[in-house]
């Protein structure tokens, strides 16, 4: 895969962790009034670990052409921590 395919992938994938989080929040609103501090809670340590990919993911950008294999790691890793925690997220109060 190349630099620039890896980029529009990891683009499309922070626009549906977006999208899951505007999602949640809407839900958060709904929820009962003793629950909505935890998924509040829930929601920004999701958004925490978004605007770590989100950084990371900058940091990979400017890397040059060179290096961008070795660079991605990172990326990756912080990709994985945003999925790992989506899913306990939700399996956790069932979203």
Do not use: H
């Amino acid at each position: 895969m190349e630099k620039r395919e890896y980029m529009k992938k990891i683009e499309a994938q922070l626009t549906e962790y977006n999208a899951k989080l505007a999602e949640l929040r809407g839900k958060v609103l709904q929820a009962q009034t003793d629950m909505r501090s935890e998924y509040l809670s829930q929601v920004k340590m999701l958004e925490s670990k978004r605007d770590e990919l989100r950084k990371t993911y900058g940091q990979f950008k400017e890397v040059g052409a060179n290096a961008w294999e070795d660079a991605k790691e990172g990326t990756e890793k912080a990709l994985a921590d945003l999925k790992v925690a989506f899913d306990k997220a939700i399996n956790r109060f069932k979203w």
